[in-house]
């Protein structure tokens, strides 16, 4: 437990920090909207160039990536299917329900809790590629369709967007750049890499300190033709919604890992811990800033990210201490 208490403690703790800046007022009315946006177009793209540019991409093909796919591909689809039927959203808030219900906090908590209870965080670094390469182009071409093609755009601008929409995001550019460079073999020189590094270690604090901000925030900023629907729904509905995100996030995709691992793929015990935990790890931030770059309803993905990483301290110490913490 104290591990894991290790873990939580910068997240809790930047997020406080955030929280109490924003309603000191310290850094003005719009810190939360600059903020995020340096953490979409700068910060983000260059730690994610930095990783995969690093990264060998032949470790994905193995027994444990399939059982974690399966549980993320399936509670994606359930948080889409979801945010539409259950609560009413549109497609660019189906996307971010589809995110904040089976995208896990990777790297600054995953890695955290893998080095402390598996004792390495190879796994890890796996699960980043896979989120960073095939999970999060999904989600934005989603949220892309939802809130930029517009009624009467017509199918040929549709498809132009989709077509041109790497270049036009910075994440999957950082991304695809990345695994050219990995493909390639190319490295940067030492100045513009440790510049690159510098950057990309914003990310996450800046990130955890937009989210505090948002703590304090009104509804999201306007944008989305969807955000005025969103806005309005009644608070237990609200509460509702983030209910089920959470039980799928912290509780169907971990045991669907479980299912998976064990009596289809019969993983080693210790690899088996290692897909259960990555797969109870809470809602990455990523969901949150994504909502507020395009304009949607901030509220739901905020109070995702914040709940099931309250709910997962229980459900990370259940998944290690049911499936032990031997090593392999």
């Given at each position: 437990m104290h591990a894991l208490l290790s873990a939580f403690a910068p997240i809790w703790i930047l997020t406080a920090i955030g929280y109490a800046v924003g309603r000191s007022g310290l850094l003005g009315a719009q810190a939360e909207a600059v903020l995020g946006r340096f953490v979409f177009h700068v910060a983000m793209p260059a730690a994610l160039f930095t990783m995969v540019s690093g990264a060998r991409l032949n470790t994905f093909a193995n027994s444990s990536m399939v059982a974690f796919a399966a549980g993320t591909a399936l509670v994606c689809g359930l948080g889409f299917m979801a945010a539409g039927r259950l609560f009413g959203r549109g497609t660019a808030d189906r996307a971010i329900g589809s995110m904040t219900s089976g995208y896990v906090n990777s790297a600054n908590l995953g890695i955290p809790v893998a080095v402390q209870v598996l004792g390495d965080a190879s796994f890890v670094a796996q699960i980043i590629l896979f989120q960073v390469l095939l999970v999060s182009p999904v989600v934005l071409a989603l949220l892309d369709s939802g809130t930029g093609a517009g009624a009467g755009s017509g199918k040929a601008v549709v498809f132009r967007r989709m077509l041109t929409m790497p270049v036009r995001n910075p994440i999957i550019m950082a991304s695809l750049l990345g695994v050219?460079?990995?493909?390639?073999?190319?490295?940067?020189?030492?100045?513009?890499?440790h510049s690159c590094d510098l950057?990309?270690?914003?990310?996450?604090?800046?990130?955890l300190?937009?989210?505090?901000?948002?703590?304090?925030?009104?509804?999201?900023?306007?944008?989305?033709?969807?955000?005025?629907?969103?806005?309005?729904?009644?608070?237990?509905?609200a509460r509702r919604e983030v209910v089920v995100t959470v039980a799928l996030k912290t509780l169907v995709q971990p045991l669907t890992a479980l299912?998976?691992?064990?009596?289809?793929?019969?993983?080693?015990?210790?690899?088996?811990?290692?897909?259960?935990?990555?797969?109870?790890?809470?809602?990455?931030?990523?969901?949150?800033?994504?909502?507020?770059?395009?304009?949607?309803?901030?509220r739901p993905a905020r109070n995702a990210v914040v709940a099931s990483t309250v709910v997962s301290m229980g459900t990370l110490s259940l998944a290690t201490w049911a499936l032990g913490t031997t090593g392999p």
């Open positions: 050219a460079a990995s493909a390639l073999g190319l490295r940067l020189p030492h100045a513009l890499a950057l990309g270690a914003a990310a996450v604090p800046t990130a300190i937009t989210l505090g901000l948002s703590l304090n925030s009104r509804p999201a900023a306007p944008g989305s033709a969807e955000l005025a629907q969103n806005t309005t729904r009644p608070g237990r509905t299912a998976v691992g064990g009596p289809l793929l019969h993983l080693p015990e210790h690899q088996l811990l290692a897909v259960v935990l990555c797969s109870a790890l809470p809602t990455a931030q990523n969901a949150f800033i994504y909502a507020q770059q395009y304009g949607l309803d901030t």
